[in-house]
Structure formats: C-alpha cells, structure tokens
C-alpha cells in the first residue's frame, strides 16, 4: 500500500497531466469554450434534422456564419475527432477539451 505521500504525489501528476492535456487540446482551436459549445449545438440540430453526410458542411456554416476561418477551425477539430458533423457532436465536446 502506497504511503499517503506517495498517493499525494500521483494525484498531483496525475492533475498535471490532465490539465497538460486539456491545454494542448483547447490550445487546438482558434474558438474559446462558449463558441465550441455553440458549434457543437448548431451542428448537432442539422445532423438530427438533416443527417450527416459525412462532410463538415454544418460545422462550416457555422464558421461563416461568426467569421471564423474554417481552415485553422476544421484542422482543430480533426485533431480532436471531429472529421465529420455527426464526429464533431461526438468528439468534441466543450466541457471534454476546456476544463
């Protein structure tokens, strides 16, 4: 059995390698927290009326619509899962990637 200083000391890695990975993946995308939960709401409501046809046209519409490059976004949200519509509802969940 580990010592209580030893348990101390693999939670405090622990957290810091978890607060290493959630920077280097919301350091990914050029959006902040708020506006990927937008994205992510928006893209959701067209997969679920329209269906994903296996591109990033909703996410891409999304993008337009605030100003926001999609080349920085899109290679982002790749990084993170998000190679299609139905994908970016699944894999890139706000409160996954900004904690």
């Known amino acids: 059995m580990a010592s209580p200083n030893e348990r101390s000391r693999r939670k405090q890695l622990r957290d810091a390698y978890k607060n290493a ?3 280097a ?3 990914l995308l050029p ?6 939960a937008a994205l992510v709401e928006f893209v959701d409501a ?3 009326a329209d269906g994903c046809d296996h591109t990033t046209r909703h996410g891409q519409q999304w993008a337009d619509e605030q100003g926001i ?3 920085a976004l899109g290679d982002g949200l790749r990084q993170l899962g998000g190679w299609c ?3 970016i ?3 890139c969940h706000p409160e996954e990637i900004f904690r």
């Open 89 to 91: 509802v699944m894999n």
């Open 46 to 48: 067209h997969v679920l």
């Open 31 to 36: 959006i902040d927290r708020d506006q990927l």
């Open 21 to 23: 990975d959630r920077e």
């Open 85 to 87: 519509d139905c994908e």
């Open 25 to 27: 993946r919301s350091a």
């Open 69 to 71: 490059r999609w080349e």
